[in-house]
């Protein structure tokens, strides 16, 4: 034995302690920076795109704070961030980072924006956190080994009937993209309980583990707006994919506990929420 311990999923435990450590400083800091550096009449500036820009700088601020905190202490992994960062790395391991996930609501100063960062080993998710500052929440999962905010486990919460459940979705920022997804909303909110658009992808993936939301789903979502909450909401039991029988992609993303996700992606299907 060299003492290396390796889970029932083949990574070595003492990897994914590192990477999860890791992942919860840079995500502490990005969160701190973005609290701190964020102007308080940001959301009442002058102009629209000079209220954007500044959030576009915080976007790149984040995303540079969290390269290079994890580029400093694992110079061979590689990178792929919606500011652009984008390398393969030797290691076999990828980092996955949303440095402001919910920017428009980190624009208008609404709490539900989150610093999302996963680790994937051999292309495979195996730590995802996601810092959540404004609600002082941070949700951490390592694959096999559970979801969790803070001490508490996260198990979701029993299904209801798709009828009663309560359904998180998000949409996407292009015109005609919007219409067709406002089309599949149509259909699908009287037969559901309700609706919420929280504005944060990772955070709605969040709020599903933590049983907060009983399913969500979303067309057009990014790699780094789902890779670290869906691992979380998977290890907190939820099931993930995409249309049927395929895994949760940019195509479609559904989220929910066994016996929501079914009717929920059969509907979806049904309802053509896969494409524009
Ligand atoms: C967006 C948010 C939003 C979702 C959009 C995403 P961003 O991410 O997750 O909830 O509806 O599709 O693009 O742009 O704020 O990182």
Redesign the pocket.
Known sequence: MNGVHRTTTGTDEALEDELLTLALEAARRAGALLVEGRPADLGVAATKSSSIDVVTEM?LASEKLITGYLSERRPEDGFLG?EGASSEGSSGVRWVI?????????LYDLPS?AVSIAAEVQGEAVVGVVAVPMRSETFRAVRGRGAYLGERRLAGRPSPALEQALIG?????LADRRAAQAEVLRSLLPRVRDIR????????LCDVAAGRLDGYY?R???H??YAAGALIAREAGALTGGRPGAPLSDDLAVAAPPGVFEPLQGLLEELGAWHD
């Open positions: 976007d919606e949303d440095p402001i996930d919910g920017t428009v609501n980190y924006w979705t998000g949409f996407g920022y658009r929280g504005g944060a992808a990772a955070v709605d979303e057009g979502i990014n780094w707006d």
